[in-house]
């Protein structure tokens, strides 16, 4: 397990020379491939590296708090718009990189939720985002903009830009899911609830074409993740759509399986539960392990409705 990071000043932190040349302290997320596969490390990214993994690693119930209040204090001031800006990127950045490396866990992922979410407790000021105003750091800032470049199916780049589908993309591509969803579960920052239904819809509302072994596992894996962790923000938003009237304005292109509407709404909640349970059956296709996710997030839903008071997709 990684040492603990230490937060007196960005100079006082141990550290040894890595391959690439640049002084890093020891620290287990330095070992996770997407960071490994960073060109250079800076003095600054050492640091946010260090304690960011303080807060995955420590066993302290505080830790979460520690990182958010060493991260807000070398934030620079706010009226330095450009170093406070690059000071918010840089911090997302490495994050997203940690969140989404082939080797990542689902423990850090969850270490790195409570991180963001000790971090909307630091009331800092605001702050412009294209020209909209934003508080730091309630509100995040930039953490969605550079999440949005992550957003890389795997299953749709094949032998293009000579990209292929392997394991090692796929778990990427799993890992960016879950700490998306993650996210949008825990209601931080803007969400990306049209990935979600992008996703969801790729696997539940088309018949897989591709031959390609592990890409219908890839795709009905990605979608369940959504559910796992982002099945209440959706719910609710088909709650909201109750009642629909089409303008355009909460268009959601539907898959030729799907003949409701072409939104997020009730009817196709209970599609996709019944799409869930249909592909969790032998004879699907599926691999044992996907089939057994796919109904595990059917059950999930059908008890979100419960907790809901309703019984929706009947």
């Not at 009331?123 to 550079?146: H, I, M, N, Q």
């Not at 292929?164 to 969803?181: D, E, G, I, V």
């Not at 949008?184 to 803007?190: C, I, Q, R, Y």
């Not at 959706?234 to 009237?245: F, H, R």
Request: proline share 4%; with cysteine.
């Amino acid at each position: 397990m990684a040492q603990e990071a230490s937060f007196q000043s960005q100079e006082d932190t141990p550290s040894r020379t890595h391959e690439n040349g640049s002084s890093q302290t020891e620290s287990g997320l330095f070992n996770l491939e997407q960071i490994k596969s960073r060109p250079k490390f800076s003095e600054q990214d050492v640091f946010i590296l260090n304690t960011l993994s303080y807060g995955v690693y420590s066993p302290s119930r505080e830790a979460a708090e520690e990182v958010a209040y060493y991260l807000d204090g070398f934030c620079p001031p706010l009226e330095e718009q450009e170093a406070a800006n690059n000071w918010l990127w840089n911090i997302w950045d490495i994050l997203l990189d940690v969140a989404r490396s082939p080797d990542t866990t689902a423990e850090i992922q969850e270490r790195l939720i409570s991180i963001l979410q000790a971090l909307q407790r630091c009331a800092k000021g605001e702050t412009k985002v294209y020209g909209s105003e934003a508080r730091v750091w309630k509100d995040l800032p930039y953490l969605f903009e550079c999440l949005d470049p992550c957003f890389n199916d795997a299953t749709l780049y094949i032998d293009e830009e000579g990209r292929q589908f392997t394991p090692k993309s796929a778990q990427r591509w799993l890992n960016t899911t879950a700490f998306a969803a993650r996210i949008m579960g825990a209601g931080l920052a803007a969400s990306a609830y049209g990935e979600a239904m992008r996703a969801i819809s790729l696997a539940l509302e088309e018949e897989e074409q591709s031959t390609i072994p592990g890409i219908a596992d890839c795709r009905m894996q990605i979608a369940c993740l959504w559910i796992t962790h982002a099945a209440k923000p959706l719910l609710t938003w088909a709650q909201e759509n109750v009642g629909y009237i089409d303008n355009g304005a909460q268009y959601i292109e539907a898959g030729p399986l799907y003949r409701g509407p072409e939104t997020m709404c009730l009817q196709r909640w209970g599609f996709w539960i019944e799409r869930f349970e249909e592909l969790g059956k032998e004879g699907s296709g599926l691999s044992a392990e996907t089939r057994e996710i796919a109904l595990t997030a059917a059950e999930a839903m059908r008890t979100i409705e419960v907790r809901a008071g309703r019984t929706l997709s009947e």
